[in-house]
């Protein structure tokens, strides 16, 4: 799988977007962009996932480069409870059952 | 809806002796994966499990091991207990086909003393 480079931290302000950026420089071309976040102590959670088209659902935007060397998950609005650690995740294929590899993921701190 | 069922939710164990963690997927899930987040660390891969047959295993020391039971629930089970295995230990569950998406229980908090 390939590595993703995350920044440590980030801060935003409580209703302002958050995009979380991330590099997947050596991905590959049957590999996905996963996202997942972990609320302090509580189970990760998915957030969406894309392999080159931009992908949207109810919890946030996703952006992939065309080069897909990099993406950035949006939160659009985000709120206090957005408040997490969000991994960025490369994987293979979606609909098979491999694991996934945490990296150090980017602390999000929303503030009012 | 249903959630991923773990118990229990806290345990303390002291050195040497043996933990079981349960886990139960969501209905109709045939797949359970097991992770072990140290304090400060993240998740890292144990082992997974698909219609009951092992499909993956990553750092899971030879101390600890896992089935699939005929009802999909999962079992985690640590021997000769060590300090360093005091860690959160979550289950998640996904359906074949929609693996892009794990389910992740509440984890149980080991504490070895």
């Known amino acids: 799988d390939a590595k993703t480079t995350q920044p440590t931290s980030m801060d935003c302000a409580e209703g302002r977007a958050a995009n979380l950026p991330c590099n997947h420089s050596?991905?590959?071309?049957?590999?996905?962009v996963y996202w997942y976040r972990q609320i302090h102590s509580q189970g990760p959670q998915y957030i969406i996932h894309g392999l080159k088209n931009n992908e949207t659902n109810e919890m946030a935007s996703l952006i992939i480069t065309e080069d897909r060397k990099s993406s950035t998950l949006i939160l659009p609005h985000a709120t206090l409870r957005d408040t997490a650690v969000y991994y960025c995740i490369v994987r293979a294929r979606p609909d098979n059952t491999d694991k996934l590899i945490f990296g150090t993921g980017t602390r999000l701190q929303v503030f009012p | 809806a249903a959630g991923v069922i773990q118990s229990p939710r806290h345990l303390i164990k002291e050195k040497r002796e043996t933990a079981t963690l349960k886990c139960y997927p969501i209905?109709?899930?045939?797949?359970v994966y097991w992770y072990q987040q140290g304090p400060g660390q993240d998740p890292q891969f144990l082992i997974s499990?698909?219609?009951?047959?092992?499909?993956d295993k990553g750092s899971i020391p030879d101390r600890f091991s896992a089935q699939q039971f005929s009802d999909y629930h999962s079992e985690l089970n640590m021997s000769s207990l060590e300090l360093g295995d005091s860690a959160l230990y979550f289950c998640?569950?996904?359906?074949f086909g929609q693996g892009y998406e794990q389910y992740f229980g509440p984890g149980t908090r080991l504490t070895v003393t």
């Open positions: 209905p109709r899930h045939d797949t």
């Open positions: 998640a569950s996904s359906l």
């Open positions: 050596t991905i590959s071309g049957n590999e996905y």
């Open positions: 499990f698909y219609e009951k047959m092992q499909s």
